[in-house]
């Protein structure tokens, strides 16, 4: 059984910091995984994942401002926040998918599989 639990979100003002965490269980560590997020009113949308060379990707609102990152020993995702805008308010969410990045397109919610809960960011003007 794969579950995802995401931990580290909350309420920052704007300029502020968060780190996303997301333990993955009953998956391989070699399987793709991503970072969503669903602002209120909006669909979900990609906000970090991997290539299938292992490089990061990032949509384009985030760039030079997140950073994704994954301890394979650990079996866990991060998402490091920086400097953030009220347009970052959402529900971020972890995905995993059963094969690895060379099968998955990064950042297309409906390549993954399975998905946490979600943990909600909030940022304050």
């Known amino acids: 059984q794969v579950l995802l639990v995401e931990s580290g979100g909350g309420s920052v003002q704007a300029g502020g910091s968060l780190r996303l965490s997301c333990e993955a269980s009953?998956?391989?560590?070699?399987?793709?995984m991503g970072w969503f997020r669903q602002p209120p009113g909006k669909e979900r949308e990609g906000v970090a994942g991997?290539?299938?060379?292992?490089?990061?990707i990032y949509a384009d609102s985030v760039k030079g401002r997140f950073t994704i990152s994954k301890d394979n020993a650990k079996n866990t995702l991060y998402l490091q926040m920086n400097s953030l805008k009220p347009d970052d308010t959402a529900m971020y969410y972890c995905?995993?998918?059963?094969?690895?990045?060379?099968?998955?397109?990064?950042?297309?919610?409906?390549?993954?599989?399975?998905w946490g809960q979600g943990t909600q960011v909030t940022v304050s003007s």
């Open positions: 995905a995993v998918d059963n094969s690895t990045c060379f099968y998955v397109r990064p950042l297309y919610p409906a390549g993954f599989r399975y």
């Open positions: 991997f290539a299938a060379d292992g490089r990061t």
């Open positions: 009953g998956t391989n560590y070699r399987y793709c």
